[in-house]
């Protein structure tokens, strides 16, 4: 009788958890399979003014793996950022990936318990640091971690992106070759513009000056990432949904001269995918340099759902 009394007394004082499962997260070294990806009809010769070099699909047993929303490489490594405060980071190598290892961001908003607290869809590395600049987008913050993602430096919810509505918020990030950085809104505030800021240093310093302008992004198109190119024009690269289930995303160039205080910037459409050449959520984009080509890698986010593999694509930029 006695324990039945405090099995009861525990059940009545307790309160049971009602609420979303736990974030899964991403184990210390996860293993990863990759294998080609040619699209149906195989790859067109040119994609605008984009080149078709390689096509992978990602995938792995580690329940955290996927959703990936954003990517960054650094010392020849690729950094892959789920929206779940969850980084894959490994050096691609003859259709294998080596050394994979697995981080989990040291802090962020709210508790972390589930997705909606931690929906990071943004990332900027230091190439020479390895500091780490992440967007959070329900939040509409910013954070800034040491190398590795286990220590945080810094952190802030901007004044300009507070109004932001959530899960429209802080989609894309980026950092400009003279140390300005630049977010950018998903939908607001309406169907053809897109809130945006642009701040004079590091956004997570309290004296960083900000000043808002506006990107009209192609009709019906969403920014999800964008990417600074060398001669520092950006890369952004936008989304569409259609039903029943389809993506299809747009490149945009940005000259970075453009880039204004109070500015209605419009950019140039330089390459589309599309069914078949690609039907996923094209989140993510980065580029780097191969022997004086400039090389625009996408990854794709597949939202979750396990039987969709998540896609790496990699072309050169004519």
């Not at 010769?45 to 080149?51: H, K, S």
């Not at 607290?117 to 987008?137: K, M, Q």
């Not at 959530?166 to 309406?190: I, S």
Request: hydrophobic share 45%.
């Amino acid at each position: 009788m006695r324990w039945m009394f405090c099995v009861v007394a525990v059940l009545l004082v307790v309160p049971r958890y009602a609420g979303n499962e736990r974030l899964p997260l991403i184990s210390a070294a996860p293993s990863i399979t990759v294998a080609r990806y040619v699209p149906p009809g195989g790859w067109p010769a040119r994609i605008g003014q984009l080149t078709p070099l390689a096509g992978y699909t990602l995938r792995s047993h580690d329940p955290a793996f996927g959703g990936f929303s954003a990517i960054a490489w650094r010392g020849g490594r690729a950094f892959l950022m789920s929206d779940g405060a969850n980084v894959v980071s490994f050096a691609l190598r003859q259709d294998v990936a080596i050394g994979a290892r697995g981080y989990v961001l040291a802090d962020g908003p709210a508790i972390g318990w589930d997705r909606a607290d931690r929906d990071s869809e943004s990332l900027i590395l230091d190439p020479a640091s390895g500091t780490a600049w992440v967007g959070f987008e329900n939040q509409n913050e910013i954070w800034r971690y040491r190398a590795n993602f286990q220590r945080v430096e810094g952190h802030r919810a901007p004044d300009l992106m507070r109004s932001w509505v959530r899960n429209q918020g802080a989609e894309a990030f980026v950092r400009l070759h003279d140390g300005r950085f630049v977010a950018f809104a998903e939908r607001q505030p309406n169907r053809r513009s897109r809130y945006a800021v642009l701040f004079s240093g590091d956004p997570t310093n309290p004296k960083t000056r900000a000043a808002p302008f506006r990107f009209l992004p192609p009709d019906r198109f969403d920014p999800s990432d964008a990417t600074v190119l060398p001669d520092g024009d950006l890369l952004i690269l936008t989304r569409r949904f259609r039903y029943p289930f389809s993506f299809s995303a747009k490149l945009v160039r940005v000259p970075v001269a453009a880039l204004r205080p109070g500015a209605h910037v419009r950019g140039k459409v330089i390459a589309t995918l599309a069914a078949p050449v690609m039907r996923e959520n094209c989140e993510g984009i980065a580029v780097t340099q191969e022997a004086g080509a400039t090389i625009v890698w996408i990854v794709t986010d597949n939202d979750g759902m396990p039987f969709r593999p998540s896609y790496l694509l990699k072309f050169r930029l004519n």
